[in-house]
Nanobody
């Protein structure tokens, strides 16, 4: 059984920064990883994705230019650096692992991911 554990969430003022991390209990170097978020009363939405090698990243329009996804295959971790945070970024953030071997780009659809973390709360105050 694969486990994904997020960390780094918290409360921050608008304009501030947070760095989320996610550690997997399996080797992730051949698989895409992604970050999603879910706000109360809303569906889970794609935030950012990174392919297996780390040379292709993708972002939701709402976070482009503010968030940066990265990965460390030696540590089986993925990170999300969030800058210039806005109140509308408030949500529970989840990392996810796609077990399709060496997919060229990380998928944006939640159903294409095989394992999920439990989530970490990010709250941005005005």
């Amino acid at each position: 059984q694969v486990h994904m554990v997020e960390s780094g969430g918290g409360l921050v003022q608008a304009g501030g920064s947070l760095r989320l991390s996610c550690a997997a209990t399996t080797r992730t170097s051949n698989y895409a990883m992604g970050w999603f978020r879910q706000a109360p009363g809303k569906e889970r939405e794609f935030v950012a994705g990174i392919n297996w090698s780390g040379d292709r990243t993708s972002y939701a329009d709402s976070v482009k230019g503010r968030f940066t996804i990265s990965r460390d295959n030696a540590e089986n971790t993925v990170h999300l650096l969030m800058n210039v945070l806005k109140p509308e970024d408030t949500a529970v953030y989840y990392c996810a692992l796609d077990l399709t071997y060496r997919r060229l780009t990380a998928p944006a659809a939640p159903r294409q991911y095989d394992y999920w973390g439990q989530g970490t709360q990010v709250t941005v105050s005005p």
